[in-house]
């Protein structure tokens, strides 16, 4: 699957890794502070809430909420030529985070605030992408 | 401490210039920039050696550009290549001016994104986004304008009002890049690019430069034309979701608010009393988002107040007069200055605002900004 894939990966790095580590396993995963609880992505080097070194990864629910959507007519990679028009969605998670993602499955219905459930794409060995569709 | 209201009017723009705007293969950044600072140095009447400040924005080196002028500047400053660049730049010189920094700053930008074929997407910007296809400024409004019609039952037909009013403007500038007048119908008919948002709801990219030059208000009675004084500023950045580039999930609205509000108080102007506003429009909904966070509508009101030519010359609000980046020419902001700047002086001809005082720039970005100009 990995040599046919052609749209673009994440890049990963040591701040990153335990969101795609987990990925893999089918978790949607968000970097939490030790000092004061705080939930947030992308990951930072400290909590921008608090400032503390002190952070870990916590498994997020899988549940959030459409805040909004665009559905992308013009490709900015080849590897998304095939797929045009596709949709883009801004989910809240319901531990307050937002995430850029797609939107996949029937969305015709798609409205602010439709319930969403996270779902992962297979992309390569290495990389499960978290996609969302309508609960 | 220097007391913000103690800034007001005391500098002056006494000069400005823009280039030809198209695409320009045969030059660069240097080329088109040192057309303009000439062009700046002879509308003001200055000469070069009273220039002893330097602002210098998306240029690749300020120490290249001051070499190709022959400018070893007291005071200097280098701006990244984001477009929100220019009201920051001009609120700086002002204080360089007033803090004795500097007494003359030239203030220049160039743009070769056209010619060589700058997209605004893809492996240019990379971002955490990247494998979902999330990319592009445009794409980020077009966000944040689906909010906006889910929020407000907004629609393109209001927003398209935008683009016409800013267009039929472009049409009575003779240096714009757009000349033909467009509908509303061929709005919503124009090619989808991330829906909710086309072609003409996106900014041109071509190349071109802008100079502008400011001088404490007493030098300023020396130059050749009437100075334009900088009345008032106002700020407030937005960087705590900068994961989302270009897009913020209020429409920058508390921002905006917070700007306008600082610039009436230091220049001593009610919203009321703007005759024209230059509004950044890098995407129409920015328009949009623009006129309510400085309070000319009501939140989520603009669609419905931007109806039946309420941006237009001779409407209640004429908006970026020039064609603004979505028909004049994409110079970031710079221009819109520049145009400010114009219509005080009442150069703008068949585009002119009748009994034009007073003119408000804003930039509804992550670094919002806005500004009042007003005439001495």
Redesign the interface.
């Known amino acids: 699957m990995s040599e046919s894939y052609t749209?673009?990966?994440?890049?990963r790095d040591e701040l990153?890794r335990p969101f795609w580590d987990r990925a893999r396993a089918g978790r949607l995963a968000l970097q939490a502070c030790r000092h004061c609880d705080h939930v947030h992505?992308?990951p930072s080097p400290v909590c921008?809430r608090c400032l503390s070194d002190d952070q870990t990864w916590r498994d997020a629910s899988g549940g959030g909420t459409l805040?909004?959507?665009?559905?992308?007519?013009?490709a900015?990679?080849p590897g998304?030529v095939a797929?045009l028009?596709?949709r883009?969605c801004?989910v809240r998670l319901d531990e307050g985070v937002?995430l850029?993602?797609?939107l996949v499955g029937d969305s015709t219905h798609a409205?602010?605030g439709a319930r969403l459930r996270v779902v992962f794409e297979h992309?390569t060995a290495e990389?499960d992408?978290p996609?969302f569709r309508l609960a | 401490m220097l007391e913000t209201a103690s800034l007001r009017n005391r500098a002056a723009v006494v000069g400005v210039a823009t280039t030809r705007y198209g695409s320009f293969p045969d030059t660069d950044e240097y080329g088109l920039a040192a057309k303009a600072f000439r062009g700046a140095l002879e509308d003001s009447g200055l000469n070069r050696d009273n220039i002893d400040g330097l602002v210098v924005c998306r240029i690749p080196s300020y120490a290249r550009m001051g070499e190709v002028l022959g400018l070893d500047p007291r005071w200097s400053l280098t701006l990244p290549p984001h477009g929100r660049m220019s009201g920051i730049g001009l609120i700086e010189a002002v204080l360089a001016i007033a803090t004795g920094q500097a007494t003359t700053v030239a203030l220049l930008y160039a743009n070769i994104g056209r010619s060589r074929r700058v997209n605004y997407g893809g492996d240019e910007m990379p971002s955490v986004w990247d494998p979902w296809g999330f990319t592009s400024p445009g794409m980020a409004h077009a966000l944040m304008f689906r909010r906006h019609m889910e929020l407000y039952g907004t629609t393109t037909r209001q927003l398209a009002e935008v683009s016409v009013a800013i267009r039929h403007h472009a049409c009575l500038n003779p240096d714009a890049v757009m000349k033909k007048p467009i509908t509303i119908e061929e709005h919503e008919n124009s090619r989808p690019i991330a829906l909710p948002l086309r072609l003409l709801d996106y900014c041109l990219i071509n190349d071109g430069a802008v100079c502008l030059i400011l001088t404490s208000r007493e030098r300023a009675a020396d130059c050749r034309k009437r100075p334009i004084l900088v009345s008032g500023f106002g700020a407030r950045d937005a960087f705590v979701q900068s994961s989302f580039p270009n897009f913020d999930f209020d429409f920058w609205h508390g921002a905006l608010r917070e700007a306008g509000e600082a610039a009436y108080a230091m220049a001593g102007v009610e919203r009321s009393d703007v005759d024209t506003l230059m509004a950044y429009d890098n995407f129409s909904p920015t328009v949009l988002f623009s006129l309510e966070g400085l309070g000319f509508c009501g939140r989520g009101e603009s669609g419905a107040f931007v109806e039946g030519g309420t941006l237009g010359l001779g409407g209640a609000l004429p908006t970026n007069t020039d064609g603004g980046h979505l028909s004049n020419s994409y110079m970031q902001g710079w221009a819109l200055n520049v145009e400010a700047v114009r219509q005080l002086r009442g150069e703008c001809g068949a585009r002119q605002v009748r009994d034009c005082e007073v003119v408000q720039y804003v930039q509804a970005t992550p670094c919002t900004r806005s500004i009042i100009y007003t005439r001495a």
């Open positions: 749209k673009p990966l994440p890049v990153n992505f992308p921008p805040e909004s959507w665009v559905d992308v007519h013009r900015y990679w998304f797929e028009p596709y883009v801004l937002l850029v993602s797609n409205s602010l992309a990389i992408l996609k």
